[in-house]
Each structure stands twice: as structure tokens, then as C-alpha cells.
């Protein structure tokens, strides 16, 4: 893709010179660089690392001799950057999550080619102005994609790394993770002109002293929400002995510790039950017996088939002191190959190479938000496991009428990798976005609570520990930007993509039919 005043010139024969000599070895330079950003996320949490991460690949890309090696640089790349995110799969999908990579990392080819136009060769200011637009924009496209449920999710955007950091948070608020994605890209593209283009230095400088005013202006002008009170609740983590006999008693035993606490809202994990409450008459009655000891209502995760219906759900039941309210939430969105196979007739394979789900678990359709009774009728919605990772569906609860958002997940089959650490560190983003607290609570950890700003709240319970955890929970009044607005970014770069790529197709075009009419 061109854009307004973009010349073709190759890049300069002493740019030509400096590029490594070797195919191959461009080529496992874009796989080592695709994976860098990785360690922006946790376990390693090294959240400064996102700004500079891409500066390394963005340097490869606008080298590349052709258009063509720069798309085979960004899909390599792709690559680079979904093992690395996505590797404590491994165990669970073997060789088919490195077949997976290079499905989803062809979504970074056609932005290769964008980079080495915009960065290629030595450009004017005018094309310096438009990378700083539509390199981040691009990549934005390639995370919009691919947050699409049936290709993986959105599950490592590279604003996520960012979980932990007060101002991206705020930006979070105002245009959700989508905007932190767009200024991290950015930051990344003003280095990179930095340092390899002597034209682009002072429109470079001049957007990275513009993107630090920006964050400094949002982090202190910014709306924030209003507090509005407190809801004790508490999550009950039973670890990660024993089967479902064992872990149901465990569970059991936590809660009975909590009577007495002045608690109001008890959150079991996902699973947490493999019989539904309410099709099973003698386990109703036991978790009754334990809202009516605790003064709490529970919200169990349940694992199982429902009478008269066909499939398996997975679903958060709410349970009252005269057993299941009736106030339950099906999973809508399933974790490709771990619960439901896409396109099984011809992705089915994948379960004799991996751990993939032998069938599929059958689907929710719509959200629900709950009051809870016996927290004088807070109102929660609830999410379980991977719909964390979506910020459309913890925002549409927002706007419902959710004041908390709770999320019920079971990471047990990785519990000595990134993965919980990463899957608990959503949690404080989608807080931040909605405004709205959130509860992770976790069978065997990491769970944790984050308030509307996203800030964590009380202990985090790790990998090694079995306990009852009991929270003051801030809540908050008032809607978020981002829960009114939307996606705005997401639009925005989109039309700065086809504002700069019109012309570009215009005059393709007229050349083709200036090339008809001469015949």
C-alpha cells in the first residue's frame, strides 16, 4: 500500500548493503523479532519491553529487497510472535500449535509490505506523518482479525501487556485495549524512524514528545468513575488435588470458613461442579446448607448436561439459601480446539496429535446479568474462562446494568506455565475499560480482584494455594468512554487505511483501463 506523496524508490543502496546477505538468515532474524513481545506479557511482566519490542522487526521489514520478502518477513514473524505468546500450549496441541502459528501469522504478511513502503528507502516527511498513521493502524487490523473467535481469540494483544501500568490503563477507559495496541505501535514506529532514517528525525521526535503529553494529559484530565460503595465478597480456590469428589469437599470445607464474615457473594471456578444443581435434588441441598450458614449467595461454575437437553454447557448457576435462584449464564464462547473443534470434519485430526476436546461443548446464547439477593441485589455479570479475553462482551455487560463483572476459569491443565499468570492479568483490563470491578476467580489459581480502575484489590492467589479469600470489592457509578463509545479506534484506523488506500486504487484503475484502451 502507498499513500498521499509516497514515492517507489527502493531503498538506498547503502540501506541494500547493510542487509544481512543471507535468506536464511533474515529469516530467522523475522521469527526471533516476531517473538520479542512476547516478554512484555506474563510470566515475564516486562511491560516496558512492548515499547522498543518492535523496533528490531519494523527495522528488518523496511530492508526487505521486495515487497514480496517483506510479506514472507512479516508472516515469519507472525509466526515468531504466536509461539512465543501461545507456547505453554505445547503440551496440549503439539506440532498442530506450530500448524496453528503459521495459519494465524499469515495475517502479518500484508503488513510487511505496508512497513517497507512507508519505512523503505529514504522517505520524505510527508510519508514519516503517514507511517506514524497506518503502521500502527495496520497492525491493528491483524489483532481485529484475529480476535475473531473462531481463529484463537483475542488472547495476547499487545496492549494486554500493559495490564499493570496506571496510565495505559486510563487509555484503556477511553478506547479500550484497542487504543494501547494503537499507541504502543506507534512508539515503536517513531523509534524505529529514529534511528534508522537522518530525514524522519524531527517529525520522530515530535511524536514521541506528542504521544508523552497525550498520556500525561489523559492520566490527570481523563474521567474517572465514582466510588460507590463496597460488596464483601469471597472466591474459593480448592487447588489442584484430586477429582471432581475431592475438589467439590474441598470446596465445601472453604466455604464453611467464611461463615461469620459478613461475606455476600461466594465465587467458586469454572467446573467447578460436574452435576447441575439444578437437575440433582441432594447436591441443591448441599450448597443451600452453605449459602444459609455463610449468609452468602454462591455462584458455582457447572460442567455438565441439563435435563432434557442435548450437550454439554458450561455454566455459572446461582445458588440461594433455598437452593439454584434460576439465574444461570451459559458459555457463549468456546476455546478453539479445547472445548469445540472449528470446522471439525476437517480440523478433527488435532485430537490424535494433542489434547484437543473429543467433542464439542454446546453454546449459550445470550448474556445475562444477575442480582445477587443476598448482596441486596447487586447486580454481576458474569464470564467464564476465555471470555475474559473478549472486551466486547465484559463491555455489553457494562451497558446492561452490571456493576460487577465476575469471571469463573479453571487454567489446572497449565499450571506451570505463563498461562494463569497471563489469563488473570485480563481481569484488571476489562476493569479499567468498563469501569466495573473484577472478580478472576480461579480451581487452581491464579485468581484475583481488580477494582473499576483496574487496580488489584486484596491478595492474589497463586498456582500453590487452596484458600478462601474474602474481598471489599470497590464499586463505581458511571459509564466509562469506552462503554459508550465503543471501538472508535478500531474505526478510526480502519478509515485511515482507506483514506490513504483509495488513491492508491484509484490510479490502479486508470491504468488498467488506460492499458485496455491503447489495445
Same mark, same amino acid.
Request: positive net charge.
Given at each position: 500500500m502507498a499513500t498521499p506523496g509516497a514515492t517507489t524508490t527502493a531503498p538506498t543502496d547503502a540501506a541494500a548493503a547493510r542487509r544481512p546477505r543471507s535468506r536464511w538468515l533474515r529469516a530467522v532474524a523475522a521469527l526471533l523479532c516476531g517473538a520479542l513481545p512476547a516478554l512484555a506479557f506474563p510470566a515475564p511482566s516486562l511491560w516496558w519491553t512492548a515499547y522498543v519490542s518492535l523496533v528490531p522487526w519494523l527495522l528488518l521489514l523496511r530492508t526487505a529487497p521486495t515487497n514480496r520478502?517483506?510479506?514472507?518477513?512479516?508472516?515469519?514473524?507472525? $509466526?515468531?510472535? @504466536?509461539?512465543?505468546? *501461545? *507456547?505453554?500450549? &505445547?503440551?496440549?496441541? *503439539?506440532?498442530?500449535?506450530?500448524?496453528?502459528?503459521?495459519? /494465524?501469522?499469515? &495475517?502479518?504478511?500484508?503488513?510487511?509490505? &505496508?512497513? %517497507?513502503? /512507508?519505512?523503505?528507502?529514504?522517505?520524505?516527511?510527508? %510519508?514519516?506523518? =503517514?507511517?506514524? =498513521?497506518? +503502521?500502527?493502524?495496520?497492525?491493528? @487490523? +491483524?489483532?481485529?482479525? %484475529?480476535?475473531?473467535?473462531?481463529?484463537? !481469540?483475542?488472547?495476547?494483544?499487545?496492549?494486554? !501487556?500493559?495490564?499493570?501500568?496506571?496510565? =495505559?490503563?486510563?487509555?484503556?477507559?477511553?478506547?479500550? $485495549?484497542? /487504543?494501547?495496541?494503537?499507541? $504502543?505501535?506507534?512508539?515503536?514506529?517513531?523509534?524505529?524512524?529514529?534511528?534508522?532514517? %537522518?530525514? =524522519?528525525?524531527?517529525?520522530? +521526535?515530535?511524536?514521541? &514528545?506528542?504521544?508523552?503529553?497525550?498520556?500525561?494529559?489523559v492520566r490527570y484530565a481523563a474521567p474517572v468513575p465514582r466510588p460507590g460503595g463496597t460488596a464483601r465478597i469471597a472466591i474459593v480456590q480448592p487447588g489442584a488435588d484430586g477429582g471432581p469428589g475431592a475438589r467439590l469437599a474441598r470446596s465445601e470445607a472453604l466455604t464453611r470458613q467464611l461463615a461469620g464474615r459478613g461475606v455476600r457473594l461466594v465465587v467458586w471456578g469454572e467446573s467447578s461442579l460436574t452435576r447441575d444443581p439444578a437437575d440433582d435434588p441432594g447436591l441443591a441441598g448441599r450448597l443451600a446448607a452453605l449459602s444459609r450458614s455463610t449468609g452468602a449467595d454462591l455462584l458455582v461454575g457447572v460442567d455438565a448436561p441439563r435435563a432434557g437437553r442435548p450437550g454439554v454447557y458450561k455454566t455459572a448457576v446461582l445458588v440461594g439459601p433455598g437452593g439454584p435462584t434460576g439465574d444461570r449464564y451459559a458459555k457463549m464462547r468456546l476455546v478453539p480446539f479445547g472445548e469445540a473443534i472449528p470446522a471439525r470434519p476437517l480440523l478433527g485430526w488435532a485430537t490424535h496429535v494433542g489434547k484437543a476436546a473429543a467433542t464439542d461443548r454446546m453454546r449459550g446464547t445470550h448474556q445475562v446479568v444477575m442480582p445477587v439477593p443476598a448482596a441486596h441485589g447487586l447486580r454481576i455479570g458474569p464470564l467464564v474462562c476465555f471470555e475474559t479475553a473478549f472486551p466486547d462482551m465484559s463491555r455489553s455487560l457494562a451497558a446492561d446494568g452490571a456493576r460487577m463483572l465476575v469471571a469463573q476459569s479453571s487454567t489446572s491443565s497449565f499450571q506451570d506455565s505463563w498461562a494463569p499468570a497471563q489469563h488473570a492479568s485480563l481481569g484488571a483490563l476489562r476493569a479499567a475499560e468498563t469501569w466495573r470491578p473484577m472478580v478472576h476467580a480461579t480451581l487452581t489459581g491464579v485468581s484475583a480482584v481488580y477494582g473499576p480502575r483496574g487496580e488489584p484489590v486484596g491478595e492474589r492467589l497463586s498456582t500453590d494455594r487452596s484458600a478462601a479469600a474474602v474481598y471489599d470489592v470497590p464499586l463505581a457509578y458511571g459509564t466509562s468512554p469506552y462503554t459508550r463509545l465503543g471501538d472508535w479506534p478500531v474505526y478510526a484506523a480502519v478509515a485511515a487505511l482507506l483514506v490513504a488506500g483509495a488513491p492508491v486504487a484509484a490510479r490502479r484503475v486508470r491504468l488498467r483501463w488506460s492499458a485496455r484502451a491503447r489495445r
Open positions: 520478502r517483506a510479506a514472507l518477513e512479516g508472516w515469519l514473524g507472525g $509466526i515468531g510472535f @504466536m509461539v512465543a505468546v *501461545h *507456547h505453554w500450549l &505445547l503440551p496440549s496441541l *503439539h506440532v498442530f500449535l506450530v500448524v496453528l502459528a503459521a495459519l /494465524l501469522g499469515a &495475517l502479518w504478511a500484508p503488513w510487511g509490505p &505496508l512497513v %517497507r513502503t /512507508l519505512l523503505g528507502g529514504s522517505p520524505r516527511p510527508r %510519508r514519516c506523518l =503517514a507511517a506514524l =498513521a497506518l +503502521v500502527p493502524s495496520g497492525w491493528l @487490523m +491483524v489483532e481485529v482479525v %484475529r480476535s475473531w473467535e473462531q481463529l484463537g !481469540g483475542p488472547w495476547g494483544l499487545l496492549g494486554a !501487556g500493559q495490564w499493570q501500568v496506571p496510565p =495505559a490503563l486510563r487509555l484503556a477507559s477511553l478506547g479500550g $485495549i484497542w /487504543l494501547v495496541s494503537l499507541l $504502543i505501535v506507534w512508539v515503536n514506529t517513531a523509534l524505529a524512524q529514529l534511528i534508522s532514517l %537522518r530525514r =524522519a528525525r524531527p517529525v520522530a +521526535v515530535a511524536a514521541l &514528545l506528542v504521544c508523552a503529553l497525550t498520556v500525561t494529559a
